[in-house]
T-cell receptor, first 114, second 113 residues
Framework: EPEVTQTPSHQVTQMGQEVILRCVPISNHLYFYWYRQILGQKVEFLVSFYNNEISEKSEIFDDQFSVERPDGSNFTLKIRSTKLEDSAMYFC????????????FGPGTRLTVL | GENVEQHPSTLSVQEGDSAVIKCTYSDSASNYFPWYKQELGKGPQLIIDIRSNVGEKKDQRIAVTLNKTAKHFSLHITETQPEDSAVYFCAASTQGGSEKLVFGKGTKLTVNP
């Protein structure tokens, strides 16, 4: 069964450093998402991406965040200058036909900012 | 915007018993309600979903009910098994509106053998 994959599984970085989290969505999917989950809290929407552009972003997704689909398979989330409060689990998700189609989640990248 | 409340935050049942998790939502325009199961160290996995044009949906031991008037929906797991132990999240979204899923805070279900 096709699945969303994410790398790395765990990323440790120093405050102020740039990180790039990588995702490979399911191959025939057209809609891509990033969510985050701070330890013990709910999963929060960050951004959705369709047709090579951001379709919606949350208040969390400020100028420090960016997304890119550099080729036909990868979908990346970049945090330019990490803060302690960026420490969280970051999930990538994809769907065929938009938000009310099933969103399939990857296993997540645990980001730890020291 | 949409707000989803989920109860209880923890639930412990004996194997074979039923488990019920309840969610309420605030936006009457929401019309898609998925439930996700998250096992330790893994991403959320869809287990069942319901759209606002139906009141109930069942898949083997799992069922979801929706009350649009009261704006709440519930997950029912019958004949629970230890492997059902996980964190369960409800979510809501609006077809034709926001792209995002809005999640509840999660329920940690423990099924004791």
């Amino acid at each position: 069964e096709p699945e969303v994959t994410q790398t790395p599984s765990h990323q440790v970085t120093q405050m102020g450093q740039e990180v790039i989290l990588r995702c490979v969505p399911i191959s025939n999917h057209l809609y891509f998402y990033w969510y985050r989950q701070i330890l013990g809290q709910k999963v929060e929407f960050l951004v959705s991406f369709y047709n090579n552009e951001i379709s919606e972003k949350s208040e969390i997704f400020d100028d420090q965040f960016s997304v890119e689909r550099p080729d036909g398979s990868n979908f990346t989330l970049k945090i330019r200058s990490t803060k302690l409060e960026d420490s969280a689990m970051y999930f990538c998700a994809s769907s065929v036909a938009g938000v009310t189609d099933t969103q399939y989640f990857g296993p997540g990248t645990r980001l730890t900012v020291l | 915007g949409e707000n989803v409340e989920q109860h209880p935050s923890t639930l412990s049942v004996q194997e074979g018993d039923s488990a019920v998790i309840k969610c309420t939502y605030s936006d009457s325009a929401s019309n898609y309600f998925p439930w996700y199961k998250q096992e330790l160290g893994k991403g959320p996995q869809l287990i069942i979903d319901i759209r606002s044009n139906v009141g109930e949906k069942k898949d083997q031991r799992i069922a979801v009910t929706l009350n649009k008037t009261a704006k709440h929906f519930s997950l029912h797991i019958t004949e629970t098994q230890p492997e059902d132990s996980a964190v369960y999240f409800c979510a809501a979204s609006t077809q034709g509106g926001s792209e995002k899923l809005v999640f509840g805070k999660g329920t940690k279900l423990t099924v004791n053998p």
